[in-house]
């Protein structure tokens, strides 16, 4: 069973910087479709994506910003996040497309607020 769970959510000054990190089980981080979404009330959406042969793709409001990344020996993937604006603040979800299924996590909110 595939599980996924975010972690590294918080609060943040503008301008501060956040790690979210997504710690895999019962898949292969290295062979799937990976990618960060965030919902914000009546928005949702895609904020960068890492594929399975390590093409990257990022929103154009967070390009420059955020980094997103794939550790494949500790199976987790990460969402580096500098220059924090407060139209940032969302909840965070980790996403895996793995043999054809999609999993989310829980989600981790992160909020930008001075």
């Known amino acids: 069973q595939v599980q996924l769970v975010e972690s590294g959510g918080g609060l943040v000054q503008p301008g501060g910087s956040l790690r979210l990190s997504c710690a895999a089980s019962?898949?292969?981080?290295?062979?799937?479709?990976m990618a960060w979404y965030r919902q914000a009330p009546g928005k949702r959406e895609l904020v960068a994506a890492v594929?399975?042969?390590?093409?990257?793709n990022y929103a154009v409001s967070v390009k420059g910003r955020f980094t997103i990344s794939r550790d494949n020996y500790k199976n987790t993937l990460t969402l580096q996040m500098n220059s924090l604006k407060p139209e940032d603040t969302a909840v965070y979800y980790c996403?895996?497309?793995?043999?054809?299924?999609?999993?989310w996590g829980q989600g981790t909110l992160v909020t930008v607020s001075s």
């Open positions: 996403n895996a497309r793995y043999r054809s299924l999609d999993h």
């Open positions: 019962g898949m292969i981080v290295g062979i799937a479709d």
């Open positions: 594929t399975s042969v390590g093409r990257t």
